[in-house]
């Protein structure tokens, strides 16, 4: 299981296994987001077992699905509204972590500057440049 902290809050992983989940709460983590698809690929496993183990884990689980490279502003406003709810900090997953990534860059556009948070992005491992304009924009808003 490969965990990228991002913030005090958010930590964000590519898909976990479900033998993995149980070690979350030992870790400290209070809930989980996932942003795949439910079926996004044949080796991820089913939604409804990790729901179930997220849970046995005592875990708060949220599904999030998100399509791959085409995050919506609608995306991000859900994404800002679940992080404001769930129990932190949150472990959040995807394919490789990016979307979940991408998501909570999108969501800091006006509270942090577009150089922090692409800086934050690459600690944790993440090159969000390409998002750097929507960023700007976001900001903006």
Not at 56 to 64: K, S
Not at 112 to 122: E, Q, R
Request: hydrophobic share 40%.
């Amino acid at each position: 299981m490969q965990i990228h902290k991002l913030t005090d809050k958010l930590s964000v992983s590519p898909q976990v296994a479900l033998e993995d989940i149980a070690k979350l709460s030992a870790l400290g983590f209070k809930s989980v987001i996932c942003n795949r698809p439910e079926k996004e690929s044949d080796d991820q496993p089913a939604m409804l077992d990790v729901e179930q183990a997220v849970k046995a884990a005592g875990l708060t689980w949220q599904h999030q699905p998100v399509v791959s490279g085409k995050i919506k502003d609608q995306d991000v406003e859900d994404f800002t509204e679940i992080m404001a709810k769930l129990p932190q900090p949150v472990f959040a997953f995807c394919r490789t972590g990016t979307r979940c990534s991408t998501l909570w860059a999108l969501s800091q556009a006006n509270d942090m500057s577009v150089d922090d948070i692409l800086g934050v992005a690459a600690e944790a491992g993440y090159n969000l440049s390409d998002q750097q304009t929507r960023i700007e924009a976001l900001s903006h808003q």
